[in-house]
């Protein structure tokens, strides 16, 4: 029974039917008064009138067929403001709705599609502008490192260059790992992860940069105090940001490392007590390739953003903003439920 949807097939039936019983009583009447010939006549008349209806609705049909196809022909050459309401309801109906789904469709892959391609063409510039920094200045002391003869200015030369080199390295590290989970082929372990040992890990390369700028680490972290999620990419979210605490909080200063857990989340908080961040930086804080007013050393506007990527996969989120007595926080939640 599906075939009397269509409007057409419903119409060509009924009036098919119409024309048959006017044409079959017509004929029985006309047997009836010996008028055999003219019965047969009208019978023949009948069948070339069904037949003709038939021609009729069926050319109707195609001739929407081929509207339809050229409709379908101009999307595929890239035309999109195409009307398919004009086809109300039937079989034929239902194609052109589904082709307006598959137009809707393309057209949100095509836009989709040259978002990324703007995206891509932005990070590849912002990438080669990020290495060609390091690199140039790289070539500057490798130059000078060729003429320099005195040995105390040789050695100084060859610790820049292989702090440039260092910055480079971490650079495309950094990079290697955002296109990974961008991807989705990092794998992220969910396992119980105890906050003091993270703390411990994430300290324990920064101990003698710490001291030779004789800067202070606060902790207060409870015992116990546990999330769930990955060791060693937390370990890496975190570093980051303590990496930049240390850049920021200059000779002498104080690392305040605070975690908490409820039944809602649990929470880790790193401040320090350097100069704060700039209110317009605020917004773009965890943009990739972002560099702030206040950026030191090697903040290249991308340890954060990998940062904030790496907790947002497991579930969490990070807020930064300004200490009212002075200094940054870091605010970072691993939330035990979706949210």
Not at 36 to 49: E, S
Not at 68 to 80: K, S, V, Y
Not at 178 to 200: C, H, N, P
Not at 238 to 263: D, F
């Amino acid at each position: 029974m599906r075939y009397l949807r269509d409007k057409e097939f419903r119409m060509s039936v009924l009036i098919s039917a119409c024309v048959a019983a006017i044409t079959a009583a017509a004929g029985f009447f006309l047997i009836r008064q010996q008028a055999a010939m003219a019965g047969f006549l009208l019978a023949v008349l009948g069948c070339v009138l069904v037949i003709a209806l038939w021609l009729a609705f069926t050319l109707c049909r195609y001739r929407r067929l081929e509207k339809l196809a050229a409709d379908t022909d101009r999307m595929l050459h890239g035309e999109r403001d195409l009307n398919f309401t004009q086809y109300r309801e039937g079989e034929l109906e239902i194609l052109a709705n589904e082709l307006s789904k598959l137009l809707n469709r393309l057209s949100e892959q095509a836009d989709h599609l040259q978002a990324e391609k703007v995206y891509l063409s932005d990070s590849l510039a912002d990438i080669s502008h990020q290495l060609r920094t390091p690199l140039t200045s790289l070539n500057l002391v490798l130059a000078r490192l060729g003429q320099e003869t005195d040995p105390q200015e040789r050695r100084k030369l060859l610790y820049e260059a292989g702090q440039l080199q260092g910055r480079i390295s971490w650079l495309v590290e950094a990079l290697l790992k955002i296109s990974r989970i961008d991807a989705g082929t990092a794998v992220f372990v969910q396992e119980q992860v105890e906050v003091q040992k993270l703390m411990d890990s994430v300290l324990e390369p920064f101990a003698i940069p710490m001291e030779l700028r004789e800067q202070q680490v606060k902790l207060d972290i409870p015992a116990e105090t546990a999330f769930t999620g990955d060791f060693s990419w937390s370990c890496e979210a975190v570093s980051n940001i303590v990496k930049n605490c240390i850049e920021h909080a200059g000779e002498g200063g104080v690392l305040t490392l605070r975690a908490q857990e409820n039944s809602l989340y649990t929470e880790l908080v790193i401040e320090d007590n350097g100069p704060g961040i700039a209110p317009e930086d605020l917004p773009h804080l965890f943009e990739r390739f972002y560099k702030g007013k206040c950026s030191f050393g090697s903040g290249i506007g991308i340890g954060l953003a990998l940062s904030r990527i790496i907790i947002k996969q497991q579930n969490g989120s990070i807020r930064g903003e300004n200490r009212a007595e002075g200094g940054a926080r870091f605010t970072i939640r691993f939330y035990k439920g979706i949210v």
